[in-house]
């Protein structure tokens, strides 16, 4: 029973680790969320989350980690982003389990330098191997978009903030952005507060910039701010403008590859905070010289 419960926390802590809240409770809520908008990718983040932490069980890497479910959010992503992005079948099962043991991994090479963060780096890019490999090979299995715009709807900015936090794990569903948004709460006030700026930031930046309201309205443009929030984000008014400006710099990515025709997923996030990180340690170098 002991076991059970120890597996059942790190499963909890796995998937609050993909907003970055090493909480069971956390995690929980999260995954209610997720169930509450589709069941197949409720059990798909469950797989791949699993799936993950025992690569990293059986490769022998740190207990500690294990238990923080730091080897278990990059797989959590995973496997929502398999049943996000293809048709279900065994066969798309199967390089999910492929996908999730490659994000763990590439979570591993990360741990070995301290030079840059992964963040959600190993999904990243055990994602883009996959559909890249799909495409060649087998692309009969990927879903193909339908999506019908509609040029007369105007914005929903309550939908807007909501999705915006929600697809930080592909889930456009108000009652689970909330859920996310409750979730990290019960888990930091400090890291609520900058979720809700993460998802705010890049409306008005988007809209300046002539994003259509459907696109925003299906969060595509609040979910990687929301993520640099979290990730920049402390008690400081230091933080806010550093955190701020990976904000907005995300939300440029974001659109930028959207432009490009590119499945960006966290990509616009990774490089934002990477390239604000490098900014503050050239401030502290010049300010140590001064």
């Given at each position: 029973?002991?076991?059970?419960?120890?597996?059942?926390?790190?499963?909890?802590?796995?998937?609050?680790?993909?907003?970055?809240?090493?909480?069971?409770?956390?995690?929980?809520?999260?995954?209610?969320?997720?169930?509450?908008?589709?069941?197949?990718?409720?059990?798909?983040?469950?797989?791949?989350?699993?799936?993950?932490?025992?690569?990293?069980?059986?490769?022998?890497?740190?207990?500690?980690?294990?238990?923080?479910?730091?080897?278990?959010?990059?797989?959590?992503?995973?496997?929502?982003?398999?049943?996000?992005?293809?048709?279900?079948?065994?066969?798309?099962?199967?390089?999910?389990?492929?996908?999730?043991?490659?994000?763990?991994?590439?979570?591993?090479?990360?741990?070995?330098?301290?030079?840059?963060?992964?963040?959600?780096?190993?999904?990243?890019?055990?994602?883009?191997?996959?559909?890249?490999?799909?495409?060649?090979?087998?692309?009969?299995?990927?879903?193909?978009?339908?999506?019908?715009?509609?040029?007369?709807?105007?914005?929903?900015?309550?939908?807007?903030?909501?999705?915006?936090?929600?697809?930080?794990?592909?889930?456009?569903?108000?009652?689970?952005?909330?859920?996310?948004?409750?979730?990290?709460?019960?888990?930091?006030?400090?890291?609520?507060?900058?979720?809700?700026?993460?998802?705010?930031?890049?409306?008005?930046?988007?809209?300046?910039?002539?994003?259509?309201?459907?696109?925003?309205?299906?969060?595509?443009?609040?979910?990687?701010?929301?993520?640099?929030?979290?990730?920049?984000?402390?008690?400081?008014?230091?933080?806010?403008?550093?955190?701020?400006?990976?904000?907005?710099?995300?939300?440029?990515?974001?659109?930028?590859?959207?432009n490009l025709e590119i499945t960006t997923l966290t990509a616009p996030f990774v490089v934002s905070v990477w390239i604000i990180i490098g900014i503050q340690k050239l401030v502290s170098v010049r300010i140590e010289k001064s």
């Amino acid at each position: 029973m002991a076991s059970l419960y120890s597996s059942l926390l790190i499963l909890g802590r796995g998937i609050g680790q993909v907003m970055f809240q090493n909480n069971a409770l956390s995690g929980l809520l999260m995954l209610i969320g997720i169930f509450l908008n589709s069941w197949q990718m409720g059990i798909l983040a469950v797989s791949g989350n699993i799936i993950s932490t025992l690569t990293a069980y059986f490769s022998g890497y740190g207990r500690d980690d294990i238990k923080d479910g730091l080897y278990g959010f990059n797989g959590t992503l995973v496997g929502i982003a398999v049943g996000v992005f293809m048709k279900l079948s065994l066969g798309s099962l199967l390089l999910m389990v492929v996908a999730a043991c490659i994000s763990t991994w590439i979570s591993r090479l990360f741990n070995l330098q301290r030079s840059l963060p992964g963040f959600t780096a190993p999904f990243i890019l055990s994602v883009w191997m996959l559909l890249g490999f799909c495409s060649w090979i087998m692309p009969d299995i990927l879903l193909v978009s339908d999506t019908v715009t509609d040029a007369t709807q105007g914005i929903n900015y309550f939908q807007t903030f909501s999705f915006g936090i929600g697809q930080v794990m592909f889930q456009g569903n108000i009652w689970t952005g909330l859920l996310f948004l409750v979730g990290i709460l019960v888990n930091s006030q400090t890291a609520a507060f900058y979720t809700v700026i993460g998802a705010l930031f890049p409306i008005p930046l988007a809209i300046l910039l002539g994003i259509d309201a459907e696109t925003l309205n299906m969060g595509l443009m609040g979910y990687n701010g929301v993520l640099c929030a979290i990730t920049l984000g402390d008690r400081t008014l230091k933080s806010l403008v550093w955190d701020s400006c990976s904000v907005l710099l995300s939300t440029l990515l974001q659109i930028i590859g959207m432009n490009l025709e590119i499945t960006t997923l966290t990509a616009p996030f990774v490089v934002s905070v990477w390239i604000i990180i490098g900014i503050q340690k050239l401030v502290s170098v010049r300010i140590e010289k001064s």
